[in-house]
């Protein structure tokens, strides 16, 4: 099914997919550029907007970058359901999801009538900060990173549940043991204080005020202290795994000595270490 | 004694003892999800009803559900009782008691009149968020982690001792320092206070005035910040272990001497390091 | 001058040095044990003392636990003093003035008059915490730990420097940006409040206040984030080495093979691995 | 161009430049040791003329030093320039800039009139603090550590990048759940509050005061748990990188080929690895 479908791209559609979706000519890499560019400054032009005083200042300046960055994304969004072979698929990907929620809101205040309902739809635009993880893409490293967590996600799983575990047990305990005068209104209330003290955070909104109340928290933060390790631990491992085998496939020749057998051999050797015969 | 004891489980307890409490046939495995779904609803609701403005919304269908999931676990901690060879036992391991105090509360609910103890006995329902623990068996991973913890217990009771020692001392300076007009008001409170700062918690609740107070303080949090290496470093350290163990078992050669049956040669080993003989 | 001072210890003196400074006869066992119970009891007299509610009503019992916790204190003092060779030596020594000011204030107080200056020295019996410190002596762990750390001294105040450097800095930059109004009175705070946040644990007692102050604060919070991981660094890799160190010890062979010198074998290796000659 | 550039310094200047500029002379190191402890004198200074009450008390005491501290560092300054073969080179440097800075103010504020200027004049000699950057040169280690960091410099990068992602993104969607009756004002302010909460400071300045914000923040937190330990694998990495090639330097022979002069030879290496001659 999948070989029937496909649509081979021709004329300018097929130039508009190597512009839009690759990075290899030079006007791809422009277009690269340029959107990420355009990103970021929608992004702060939205943050700007959510100023109050900037807002009235320089309420009318805001409003033209809002709708310019709106009518270029629509444009892009536009290519780049025009440029590839299988739109409905790209419209329903994230990314594609994400393009038209940024775009959407600014079309959608102008069809609205009342404030009210516009203040709403207005603060939707600010989805369009999801767009930033586009960048993502652009950086190579972030792979490599990536790769290394998603190999110890099991582990990273456990430890989490592990803390979610001990979170509910030491939230309800505090509920039970402080109670409701003492901001503990509620067992999720409890558990989010676990959660803030378990973690170091520790706003100090909701703090222990019995003194059975301090004694429990001093012992999960002493615990929450201790348990910051085991992601790091996790995550050391698997770094130092990582650097382990990117150094083995340099460093290392797989060449075994045809005279002796030895093996483990620098990468440059052309005679044995051991026996001096030829390899 | 132990011989003498042993009661072969036959007939329909042998098959509830497979189901219970093992995991290895479908029923086994059936069991074993819908106890977790269980678990987990029935916290769930232990959570909301703690809510106040939801315990007064939807107070009946909590009652409800509340005495649907004692019957259900009062149900399971009878055939858990019946299905093994020593009830005593199961009764007082810790599990056992957890999973009555996770029935016993309801219960007692309907026999104690007055509101007031009635608050005091439904609050210790929560009791129940122990069973959560229960969770744990199913991961394996854990037992993993827990492993490599339990590896470094001497090491870690250890810098538990020294920070509890740092606390104590610098919980006790503080009070001199702050006295109790600056919130230090006992020196328990002190080395509360000086938990919350050396784990980087900080609520804020409690906070040095004085300029000594601040200098001391201020030392304190430099120590908790590098003293937090501690353990990383430990927890590291095994991981970093238990990773080099498994790694060393693939790398040794699986081979056994011909001569002398000797293991655990290195993988380029051509004589056997014990024995000689050729391999 | 060393020999012509060392005076030998005879009869009961000798006995007693036995008792109170070696722990190797069951005499001396007994008394370490008998003397951490009696610190950590006097501690937590001292706590407990520290509390108003407590002192009020069992002022009495504590007082007279005072009491006879000084007394003991003294009768060990005394006999640490006629049981040296050198007791001027001792009473100048870090424990020895640990020991009399755990029991001067005792005596002191009944000597002055006067509630006020009654109120100071009783504060100062505080002090007897640092008698804590003696329990190391009892942990053998604890010595390794120190040494790992002792051996990365220099690297931890390099860090130690560079912290404080920082927080100099960005602690003068943030008095520029808010100014007393906000809190920031001095230097000294602003460089107070930079501890405070750069290791991340944030009291809240000052917090910026102006946009560019809390841009400058957002700065310092991620750099205390990222640079938390030296001292963690520093600590793993020493603990890795000392694993390595004594990994080495135990599993390798320092022998090389008579017959063709190679090295690398496993300590109980009898044979050369690489050309079976007899080691 | 360099080469027609270049002055030789002779007479005082070449003596000057080597007691200024180098630490190898007795002269030289004495220069040194005088003016760190120049510099840190004078930060105290600047430090405690920022406390109203000592300034109030001890004006005309610090306002002299102040002035000695100026005098000296312009003579410093001075000779400095006039010891180098490039003043201009010298001038535009960091350390050139930061030393005019740091006598500048004084001297404005004798020509300026009035006494608001005169207070943000004073106000920037804090910038003298920036000197204490030079006490940097004297330590050895931190020149390997720096190394270390700049070695991991791209994925820290990778790392603070994806940090201001995430921050960017919750800090948005704390503004759209919590709004600016819970003191999430604008974005900009959500983003600071998500930085606060990432890096576990937690001011509790601005906490997330709906249901949902403090569910979101729950997550914030044990994300910004999680991730501490990226950087510190990094670190860690990178520290064990280093000590493992300082050990391999040791642990490789210093022997070169006497056929070819190749050296890096492995330990045990017998034969030449690169023309196979023996060694």
Chains 1, 2, 3, 4 share one sequence.
């Not at 805001?62 to 790209?90: D, H, I, Q």
């Not at 207005?122 to 993880?133: A, E, G, P, Q, Y």
Request: net charge positive; hydrophobic share 50%.
């Amino acid at each position: 099914m999948a070989a029937r479908d496909e649509v081979v791209l021709t004329g300018w559609r097929a130039k508009g997919h190597e512009i839009i979706f690759e990075s290899d000519t030079r006007a791809g890499k422009a277009f690269d550029v340029g959107l990420i560019l355009a990103i970021l400054t929608s992004i702060v032009v939205v943050m700007l907007e959510s100023v109050e005083s900037i807002r009235q200042e320089h309420g009318v300046l805001l409003t033209g970058a809002e709708w310019a960055f709106t009518l270029l994304f629509t444009v892009e969004y536009l290519l780049r359901l025009m440029c590839v072979t299988r739109p409905v698929r790209y419209a329903r990907s994230f990314f594609g999801i994400v393009d038209l929620l940024a775009i959407l809101p600014t079309y959608v205040s102008v069809l609205v009538p009342g404030t009210q309902a516009l203040a709403v739809i207005r603060t939707l635009r600010i989805l369009r900060v999801f767009r930033v993880l586009k960048l993502a893409n652009y950086v190579r490293e972030s792979e490599t990173m990536v790769r290394a967590l998603a190999a110890s996600r099991r582990k990273i799983e456990v430890f989490v549940s592990a803390v979610l575990m001990l979170v509910v047990i030491f939230g309800s305990l505090m509920y039970l043991i402080e109670g409701p005068e003492n901001g503990f209104t509620s067992i999720p209330r409890g558990i989010y204080w676990a959660i803030v003290t378990l973690t170091t955070v520790g706003y100090g909104d909701i703090a222990p005020q019995t003194n059975l109340g301090q004694a429990v928290s001093a012992m999960i933060m002493i615990l929450g202290y201790g348990i910051i390790a085991v992601p790091t631990g996790i995550v050391s491992v698997q770094f130092a795994r990582a650097e382990r085998e990117a150094m083995h496939e340099r460093g290392v020749s797989g060449q075994a000595c045809p005279g002796c057998g030895a093996g483990g051999h620098a990468g440059d050797a052309e005679y044995c270490r051991l026996c001096g015969g030829r390899m």
